[in-house]
């Protein structure tokens, strides 16, 4: 049965090769000195790969394990594979972990940049350890750029016998101070650490600091409103200083307080530097951090007029928002339009990221190269600006050049398009009649249409109307035809032959249980009749002595004529006869 | 009131109404006039306020947003044009004038039709909604006559194996495509180009930025902003005023 199944997974899962793509995370992105954090490495869409060498200077990284998951989502089979590598710090200071770098089917991929904070021991320290509850800022540096993002950590420590939770839910904290703005809170994390022998659980808001204007940035603190359910002790022994007993099993252990806490970090300072304005490059648009830039074409191959998209991305770590798309060269030869653009997080708080611009382009002419790319940002570690180039890429457009009179090449181009820039474009241009014709409306929404649907349902309505008319008037044909003998027997009743009357008393006789029945009882006879119903003695006796009477008129030949007093007598009967139940 | 004052009231309001109808009728011509003569001079500021002056006033025919469309891209509006285009082919799915001149804005933005089956089946929404009750009205028909009348049996049989295909086929297209281009939340971006934002604020991190005439589908508004959905599966936040729906207000 298990291999049955096993098969019939293997069927309908459809291996699907996916992209390539190579991610590599830290858990967490700053540490202490000698403390280990650990690297994971993942390689999508792919089934085996060596472990990459991955060293960093300052940083003793160890390749710890490897490990292969199979995923089937929608009957599509993927192949992840997991490296893992133990990084322990040996100095303090900030390092960069280069991009991971793979060789797979012929194709390299990499990973993005990483950055990992490595502090001195006492600065990742509470503050106040012998609290209940307390809250910590720890801010990795004491000095940033303008526009340099710095990573920081809101982390509440609470006893662990605690239970909290941020009021009103889904509150964040607020980091009080001035000149800098702060990046989005992803969803914060909850762990478990022992502080000075004392268990506590830390939720750790993840966010980023940006400082705006040079000078002393004074974050003075972080506060985060809680609901608590604290334990409370009947009886404090003399002198305790805790807010409960450490022991779960106290005596004194007498249930919950709920309360309301604001609890409020330490302050922080950091010196934010203006960045310098030699060698500041024309094309700067206020990007700092570390930045990667590759490009591509798609397709390679095309015609005259025919749209390229020209992709550029930007990987690294830094201030993703101020990334804006890099300056292509001018040529006469290449229509550029408006870059859109996408960004893909590769950590929490979006520092580390993926920006990609697509850039639509269009030949006017044969061309057999992209346009050159160039995009500048400022790198607080060399402190220096840097402008990265991107050459041109080698791609064949091919056909007749074209000519269009008003239409300008728009070299150059990566901010709105000038609303000057009136393409030629060989439009039809009319001028149209005034004509009021079609409907914004659904048809679905118009009243006419439901009131028409209404003659197509009065024709289906009629037909099965007619059909189950047709049908109930067969049904009750046999009990039409058995009313009419009735009709007819009775009249015969009144007859002055003695035959004719006591056959038509016979007849009533047998139709009474014909009609009751409806049709459904097709033949009985009239003695089987007087059995069917319970009647007085003397209504069955005299009945019977009609059916002797007939019998004796009909097989031994004697006709006669009745009385009118046989003729009531026998009407009485059939009557009475008719009439029981 | 005797019954000459109330005949003399009925034709005084009769005659009111047949004249305000005849003014009424006679500035529309007046401003469609002045609108068309006015974007033969190429005075085109002045042709675009009395064309959508007569949109307003509930002319909508589908030339008059392809003048609209045609205005708005000689001055370089490339989302307004993409816009009124649209609208001229959502009110006349085969005016083909508006197709083409649609065709050319999206090649000179480096832009192509997605899925132009798709886009044709979209405009041609009230079409596939239409042929699904008569398909379904004469399959219906069909059907109780070969219940009910013996002598009609055989025809009847013939037109079920005719018409259920067809109810089959264009209730399928009917599902798929929903309202299509007339759906009330499809907008068109107007502007150059416009942040799609995680949330409804500008210091939002940014989810995709879009480019003139890009079509995305719009939920609810707060504020200025307006949460939308676009095409291929992401969703955001996007200033109200970076939008307009196909459906004119």
Not at chain 1, 41 to 53: F, G, H, K, T
Not at chain 1, 160 to 168: C, E, L
Request: hydrophobic share 40%; charged share 20%.
């Amino acid at each position: 049965m298990k291999l049955a199944l096993l098969f019939l997974l293997c069927v309908v899962a459809r291996t699907d090769p996916g992209e390539l793509k190579v991610q590599a995370t830290l858990s967490s992105d700053h540490t202490t000195v000698a403390q280990p954090v650990q690297l994971q490495v993942e390689v999508r869409n792919v089934r085996m790969a060596e472990p990459p060498n991955i060293s960093a200077d300052g940083l003793s990284i160890r390749f710890a394990s490897q490990s292969t998951r199979m995923q089937t989502l929608n009957g599509e089979t993927s192949f992840n594979v997991n490296f893992t590598y133990v990084i322990t710090p040996q100095r303090e200071g900030s390092f960069s972990i280069p991009p991971v770098k793979l060789n797979l089917n012929g194709r390299e991929i990499q990973s993005a940049p990483l950055t990992l904070t490595v502090l001195k021991e006492e600065t990742n320290k509470p503050a106040e350890p012998n609290k209940s509850y307390f809250g910590e800022l720890v801010v990795p540096k004491d000095s940033a750029y303008v526009g340099e993002p710095v990573p920081v950590e809101l982390r509440y420590y609470f006893d662990r016998r605690i239970w909290y939770q941020p009021y009103p839910q889904g509150q964040l904290p607020i980091v009080d101070g001035d000149g800098f703005v702060t990046a989005k809170y992803p969803d914060p994390a909850e762990k478990e650490v022992q502080v000075n022998g004392r268990w506590y659980r830390v939720l750790i808001y993840k966010t980023a600091i940006t400082g705006v204007r040079a000078g002393r940035l004074d974050l003075r603190s972080a506060t985060q409103e809680f609901l608590l359910h604290v334990p409370v002790l009947r009886n404090a022994p003399p002198g305790f200083d805790d807010d409960f007993d450490q022991s779960p099993f106290s005596n004194g252990f007498s249930g919950y307080e709920r309360k309301e806490a604001s609890i409020a970090t330490n302050g922080a300072t950091i010196q934010i530097k203006a960045l310098p304005t030699d060698g500041r490059p024309a094309n700067f648009t206020g990007a700092v951090g570390t930045f990667t830039m590759t490009g591509s074409v798609h397709p390679t191959h095309a015609g005259v007029g025919d749209p390229l998209d020209l992709r550029i991305q930007i990987s690294g770590n830094g201030s993703f928002d101020r990334v804006q798309a890099p300056t292509l060269a001018a040529s006469p030869v290449w229509h550029v339009h408006q870059a859109t653009s996408e960004i893909e997080a590769q950590d929490d708080i979006g520092l580390n990221a993926v920006k990609t611009f697509h850039y639509p382009i269009v030949a006017n002419a044969p061309v057999h190269e992209s346009p050159a790319a160039s995009f500048s940002y400022f790198d607080p570690d060399q402190e220096k600006y840097v402008t990265l180039d991107l050459a041109p890429k080698e791609i064949s457009v091919e056909g007749p050049q074209l000519s269009q009179p008003g239409s300008q090449p728009t070299p150059n181009i990566s901010g709105p398009a000038s609303p000057a820039q009136k393409p030629n474009l060989g439009l039809t241009d009319f001028v149209a009649k005034g004509e009021t014709r079609g409907s914004f409306q659904p048809v679905n929404r118009n009243s006419g249409f439901w009131l028409i649907q209404l003659i197509p349902a009065a024709i289906a309505a009629g037909l099965a109307i007619g059909y189950w008319r047709k049908r109930r008037s067969q049904e009750r044909a046999p009990l039409r035809v058995l009313l009419a003998d009735r009709r007819a027997q009775r009249r015969k009743l009144a007859a002055p032959e003695a035959e004719v009357a006591l056959s038509a008393a016979v007849r009533l006789i047998q139709l009474d249980p014909l009609v009751r029945s409806k049709g459904a009882l097709r033949h009985i006879t009239a003695e089987e009749a007087l059995q069917q119903k319970e009647i007085p003695k003397e209504v069955r006796n005299g009945l019977n002595r009609v059916i002797e009477k007939r019998a004796n008129c009909v097989y031994a030949g004697q006709a006669y004529t009745l009385s009118a007093a046989e003729h009531t007598e026998i009407k009485e009967l059939i009557d009475a006869w008719e009439k029981a139940p | 009131m005797g019954k000459g004052a109330i005949k003399r009231l009925l034709i005084a309001a009769s005659t009111w109404v047949f004249l305000a109808n005849v003014v009424a009728d006679g500035a529309e011509l007046v401003t469609l006039e002045k609108a068309n003569q006015a974007y033969r001079e190429g005075k085109y500021e002045e042709a675009r306020a009395n064309y959508l002056q007569l949109i307003s006033a509930g002319t909508a025919g589908p030339e008059l947003f392809f003048n609209l469309g045609n205005i708005w891209l000689k001055e370089g509006e490339q989302g307004r044009a993409i816009l009124n285009f649209r609208r001229s082919l959502v009110l006349d799915p085969n005016f083909a004038p508006a197709q083409q001149n649609l065709d050319s804005v999206l090649h000179s933005i480096g832009s192509t039709e997605e899925h132009p089956f798709y886009q044709w089946l979209r405009l041609r929404s009230d079409f596939w909604f239409v042929s699904t009750a008569i398909f379904f009205w004469l399959t219906a028909i069909a059907a109780l006559l070969w219940a009910t009348i013996q002598h009609f049996r055989t025809a009847a049989k013939i037109a079920l194996l005719v018409f259920a295909p067809f109810l089959v086929l264009s209730l399928a297209l009917t599902l798929w495509i929903g309202n299509g281009m007339k759906d009330p939340n499809l907008a068109v971006l107007v502007d150059q180009s416009a942040d799609v934002r995680f949330g409804p604020a500008a210091s939002s991190r940014t989810v995709v930025t879009m480019g003139a005439g890009q079509e995305l589908r719009l939920a609810t508004e707060r504020g200025d902003w307006t949460f939308c959905r676009l095409g291929n599966g992401l969703s955001g936040w996007i200033h109200t005023q970076s939008v307009e729906r196909i459906m004119p207000k």
